[in-house]
């Protein structure tokens, strides 16, 4: 019996995939827990719509994606931090506080486990972090460290 599986089925196969397996495991097991239908015409075809659906999904958040990284890369971020004598600074600008500070002035949202490198900024003058929007999209976010007076 062919059947077209609704979730992952360990040992069988994964979500969206035609399978042959017994008459009695798809009767039995399969169809009344809700992990597969029969692979019928009308099955193979509402498959082949969630597929090409599924596709232009993707396709539109890699657009948006690329639209966020394109504002991404004209945005400056301003900090001030405290320093001593020597140029030393007290305490760092941490991508919690970078990615609120995105939110807050930007209205643009983003994971701060995203950003690269992943450690708090330190160093005074202008730093440049990588974040991964999605997929293989990637924006480079520039933030300012000034000494505070």
Do not use: C, W
């Not at 009767?27 to 009344?32: S, T």
Request: aromatic share 4%; charged share 35%; no cysteine.
């Amino acid at each position: 019996m062919k059947v077209i599986l609704l979730k992952d089925v360990k040992k069988i196969g994964k979500k969206d995939e035609i399978v042959e397996v017994s008459d009695g495991y798809g009767r039995n097991y399969l169809i009344p827990n809700k992990l597969a239908v029969i692979a019928s015409s009308t099955g193979r075809q509402i498959l082949k719509n969630e597929e090409t659906d599924r596709e232009a999904a993707h396709q539109q958040r890699i657009a948006e994606a690329q639209e966020v990284a394109k504002k991404l890369e004209k945005i400056t971020l301003n900090f001030e931090i405290k320093v001593g004598k020597d140029g030393r600074t007290f305490g760092s600008i941490s991508t919690k506080q970078i990615e609120e500070k995105l939110l807050k002035e930007h209205n643009i949202k983003l994971d701060r486990r995203k950003f690269k490198p992943s450690k708090a900024l330190t160093s005074l003058g202008l730093n440049k972090l990588e974040a991964s929007i999605y997929d293989s999209v990637t924006g480079i976010l520039q933030v300012q460290l000034t000494a505070k007076v």
